[in-house]
């Protein structure tokens, strides 16, 4: 039985669909959570149908609405009394259903673009809390998907505790190399502190996987070139004069440099550097 509480969610401007999760259950970003780009996302909990996800799924790629796609499933179900299930589809149309054998608390609230669930929560509050802090907060909807999880665990969140967390979003040509769909792809399955950690690591991810942004591309010269030549000395790539000139032998350590990072993603091929991959060396390798 997963005692969770989930958000499905898109970001129709950006052409995002994505959930996520926390539950006092091992792994649960490995059960609940389901999406496809241009199609749609599925949370399936509590009593979890795992065929929820891909046949639902299937159905909203042939046009079928989020709503009637619930109905059919549980519908079809004989267990549907025991399962939770909240949907967005491709037109940010949610809808959710919770059985009337859920464990109490259970329930969900849906929005414009969003369904938020839970089962086994300290009381509806929880799902309250988190719509109200999606609809209030702006930027990706990764970001605004974790402030909802946070915003149900600042409200009791699952009453039993936290054990683990997931966040998976999707994007057209979003993944690694533009070859697949899933732009963030995150699990937390066994911590203390699950939403917190999961905040620490997506983090991490938009530093990786991020991209560039032109007002934040620094042209190496002068002090900063001398910097630069000062970071690959300390990190061990060059051992050349501080001369404040980006050389070849200056760009060649930062390009060692930056793979080593893995931070390939945000590399110039020109006299410039990204400030967020700057930031990042001067913290790891400053004087």
């Not at 970003?29 to 929820?52: D, I």
């Not at 399962?83 to 919770?98: E, L, N, S």
């Not at 690591?201 to 530093?207: F, Y």
Request: glycine share 12%; hydrophobic share 40%.
């Amino acid at each position: 039985m997963l005692s969770t509480f989930s958000i499905a969610a898109c970001d129709r401007e950006a052409r995002q669909w994505g959930v996520a999760v926390q539950s006092k259950f091992l792994a649960a970003g490995a059960v609940v959570p389901f999406a496809q780009a241009e199609v749609g996302a599925v949370a399936t909990q509590a009593h979890a149908n795992t065929t929820y996800g891909p046949r639902g799924l299937a159905l909203m790629a042939q046009g079928l609405i989020a709503s009637e796609v619930i109905r059919q499933l549980t519908e079809a179900d004989p267990e549907r009394g025991a399962r939770q299930v909240g949907m967005v589809d491709a037109q940010g149309r949610a809808a959710a259903f919770t059985g009337q054998q859920c464990f109490e608390w259970a329930g969900h609230s849906v929005g414009d673009g969003f369904c938020c669930q839970g089962n086994i929560l300290a009381g509806p509050a929880v799902v309250s809390a988190m719509a109200q802090a999606f609809e209030s907060t702006t930027g990706a909807l990764a970001g605004r998907l974790v402030a909802a999880l946070e915003a149900g665990q600042a409200n009791g969140g699952d009453r039993r505790g936290q054990q683990s967390a997931g966040l998976l979003v999707v994007q057209a040509g979003g993944g690694y190399g533009g070859y697949n769909d899933r732009l963030i792809d995150l699990r937390v399955d066994e911590h203390p502190a699950p939403i917190a950690e999961l905040r620490r690591i997506l983090a991490l991810q938009r530093l990786y996987f991020g991209k560039s942004r032109a007002e934040d591309l620094l042209p190496i010269q002068g002090a900063l070139a001398r910097e630069v030549q000062e970071i690959v000395r300390r990190a061990g790539y060059y051992n050349g004069p501080l001369t404040g000139d980006y050389d070849e032998a200056t760009r060649s350590a930062l390009t060692r440099l930056i793979h080593t990072e893995n931070l390939e993603e945000r590399e110039q091929r020109d006299e410039r550097i990204d400030r967020v991959a700057l930031e990042f060396l001067r913290a790891r390798f400053g004087g």
